[in-house]
């Protein structure tokens, strides 16, 4: 009998499963209760050709239709895989892993995240999007960092944890327009001196627990492809589709 079969009944009894979100009883020691995975949106298709937007239920279009926010600005990256939208839902996990320091919900987190990620093997980086060493340490953490982390062993591929690194510290993004955003960034975000080689001729995913304006993965984006990445896929936990809503 394994170790965990012969604890796990026990802590069960000392502290029942709990759903994470609102408290009510589960069957496991990790996961969400049923009404709340419920509440959980997975980005279907059909879906923009180039950055997994959904284009919602019952339109018909071609394969490859790109969305119009794509038309108008064709994105550096190769694609966004989203596990979930952002929604009271996905926000509260979000929230929970990152000031509540629930680092158990990340296994959770991250398999919704790996199951977006069919085509990540071996030969992929998986590169978490970088906390400056500041908020790094009044926090304890980089969640996008133990995200990535579960990520990399899900899929077998190789967590470069400290791929990029931030330069200044930069205010919260929350309440500033894309233009702000992106003049803030600029010069914020680079490759680590010593990962410019590991980099170079890779496949990337650049990991995030939200994915906002994009501002700064997109600043993470550019900075991988002039260090040579072939390709960078954003993979994130919750996506925010209304660029205007400024959420964190
Ligand atoms: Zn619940
Ligand atoms: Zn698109």
Redesign the pocket.
């Known amino acids: 009998m394994a170790l965990a079969d012969v604890l796990t009944p026990a802590l069960d009894l000392v502290f029942p499963p709990r759903c994470p979100l609102c408290g009510e009883g589960t069957a496991a020691q990790i996961g969400l209760c049923g009404a709340c995975w419920g509440q959980l949106v997975i980005p279907g298709d059909p879906s ?6 959904p284009f919602g239920s019952g339109v018909h279009l071609s394969d490859g239709a ?6 108008a600005h064709p ?1 550096r990256h190769d694609g ?1 895989a989203a596990a979930t939208l952002y929604n009271d839902t996905s926000r509260k996990l979000v929230l929970a892993l990152k000031h509540g320091r629930r680092i158990a919900l990340t296994g959770m987190m991250a398999r919704l995240m790996a199951t977006k990620l069919a085509q990540i093997d071996e030969e992929w980086l998986i590169v978490p999007v970088p906390l400056h060493r500041w908020r790094l340490w009044r926090r304890g953490y980089n969640q996008a960092a133990l995200l990535a982390a579960d990520i990399a062993k899900l899929r077998g591929a190789r967590l470069v944890v400290d791929g990029l690194v931030r330069r200044k510290a930069t205010p919260t993004l929350g309440g500033l327009g894309s233009k702000a955003r992106t003049r803030v960034l600029s010069g914020a975000i680079a490759i680590h001196p010593r990962r410019g080689e590991s980099i170079k001729g890779k496949r990337v995913v650049l990991v995030d627990d939200v994915l906002t304006s994009g501002a700064t993965s997109n600043a993470c984006v550019s900075a991988l492809k002039r260090a040579g990445a072939e390709k960078v896929v954003i993979a994130c936990f919750a996506r925010v589709l209304h660029e205007a809503l400024d959420v964190m």
């Open positions: 923009c050709g180039r950055c997994g937007r790109v969305c119009a926010p794509c038309l994105p966004i």
